[in-house]
């Protein structure tokens, strides 16, 4: 673990970002192909079920929001923890995260229950979208615990840096899903065809896999963090430290819930296949965002050590290096959805009008991505900094705040079109608000361009 913290501090930053973000953009580039390929095999079913996995969406992505946002404020804590060499602290850390990831999985399972039908029944009057979507959403709410806690693991395993077990236990589970996705949707190797279902099993299988990996990779090692009962105590500023990362980071995760909720409700009214344009983007796009939140995820660590030990030059060089790297994976996102917009969309076996519908939609949204780089990468550094309001307040505005007002008045001009040209609007007030922001915190003291 010294090792570790030594590398941390005093390794080059350059290299230092490199070998903590390779391995968690190859991970989550192997996550997005399973969000692709897991569409895919449901666009086979049909339309109506590509929708019904679209409406699911929101839903879903309300436990990956929880999960990632207080995995964030665990990691955030215990990286500062770490950089303080306090190592009491960083294990006390690590064990009240696992014991309130616990606490969600319980509230996740009465959420599913209570809440999936009459939420679905907003946003269609069709029968048989209503039951697809109901089957996928149950299953993902209700078995949510592997998802849960494998992600608390990740980042805890993240909060020190061992991101190359993140990077393969991660992998790991999204092979397993997308090996199980046609077994179970189209009834192979003598399983029942379960169609819409048996994507959502497919799903929770996957996670779960994941989870008992990472517990049988503790048992066999400890990583330089001990969780254990002994070290659960009634720490109240500890849990206010997790939240107040954790929760603003989860409600920046939820922001695509909310939005795409949002949006379907002014979409329906044009046509569903809008709404199914929508829900094909949100899945292209994790294959630009997530490669970059890997990037973002290998420096979060890095700052939150050295901002821990006062190493300030070293903060603003990762800040420096992670914009570039991240605005080159945003250009070839770019470059791609002017390019070739059509040939991503077969993908889906989208007919005539999805396609001519969802290349206008992709070319317009993808003007945002390269702008989009500043406010990802200063959200992450607000987190890593334990400042999880100035992060939720860009992502507020890069998500929400904007993208819903504006698109539903441009659309009333300019029919759907309005929708996607909200997205780079938003993009452009999110950047100009998080150069403010980081601009005037501690009188710019981690403002990427200032020198010693």
Not at 52 to 66: G, K
Not at 159 to 169: F, H, N, Q, S
Not at 177 to 195: Q, R, Y
């Amino acid at each position: 673990m010294e090792k570790q913290n030594n590398k941390m501090g005093e390794k080059p930053v350059l290299s230092l970002l490199f070998s903590m973000s390779l391995p968690m953009m190859l991970s989550m580039l192997v996550q997005s192909l399973y969000n692709i390929v897991d569409s895919m095999y449901v666009s086979w079913l049909g339309t109506e079920a590509l929708t019904a996995v679209s409406l699911a969406y929101p839903l879903q992505n309300i436990v990956t929001a929880v999960s990632v946002g207080i995995g964030v404020g665990i990691s955030s804590a215990l990286s500062i923890s770490l950089g303080e060499k306090n190592q009491e602290k960083a294990n006390e850390t690590a064990t009240m995260g696992m014991a309130l990831t616990l606490v969600h999985c319980v509230l996740f399972i009465i959420f599913g229950l209570v809440v999936t039908r009459p939420f679905l029944q907003l946003f269609t009057g069709s029968p048989e979208i209503l039951k697809n979507a109901c089957d996928y959403t149950y299953v993902v709410l209700c078995a949510s615990f592997g998802s849960l806690l494998q992600i608390a693991l990740e980042k805890i395993y993240q909060g020190i840096g061992a991101m190359k077990t993140t990077m393969v236990l991660l992998a790991t589970g999204c092979i397993i899903n997308i090996i199980l996705d046609p077994i179970l949707i189209f009834g192979l190797l003598g399983f029942p065809a379960m169609g819409v279902r048996g994507a959502a099993i497919a799903t929770v299988i996957g996670q779960i896999g994941a989870f008992l990996l990472y517990v049988v990779v503790y048992l066999h090692r400890n990583p330089g963090v001990t969780i254990h009962p002994r070290y659960l105590k009634k720490d109240w500023q500890l849990i206010r430290k997790i939240y107040s990362v954790g929760i603003p980071s989860s409600m920046m995760l939820m922001m695509p819930s909310l939005l795409v909720s949002a949006l379907n409700g002014i979409l329906a009214a044009f046509s569903q296949v809008y709404v199914a344009v929508l829900g094909i983007y949100f899945k292209l796009q994790t294959f630009i965002y997530m490669p970059a939140n890997g990037m973002i995820q290998g420096m979060r660590p890095i700052i939150g050590y050295n901002y821990g030990a006062g190493q300030y030059e070293r903060v603003r060089q990762t800040i420096r290096y992670c914009l570039l790297g991240t605005a080159a994976i945003m250009l070839l996102g770019t470059i791609l959805s002017l390019a070739v917009p059509g040939g991503i969309l077969q993908l889906f076996q989208a007919d005539a009008e999805l396609l001519a519908e969802g290349e206008t939609a992709l070319r317009i949204i993808s003007l945002g991505f390269l702008i989009s780089t500043v406010g990802t990468v200063f959200a992450g550094v607000f987190e890593a900094l334990g400042r999880g309001g100035e992060s939720l307040l860009i992502s507020l505005l890069r998500q929400l705040v904007i993208t819903v007002p504006a698109g539903y008045i441009l659309s009333r001009f300019l029919g759907a079109s309005g929708i996607w040209i909200a997205f780079p609007v938003s993009e452009l007030a999110a950047s100009i608000a998080a150069v403010i922001l980081l601009k005037r915190y501690q009188n710019g003291e981690f403002f990427p361009l200032k020198r010693d």
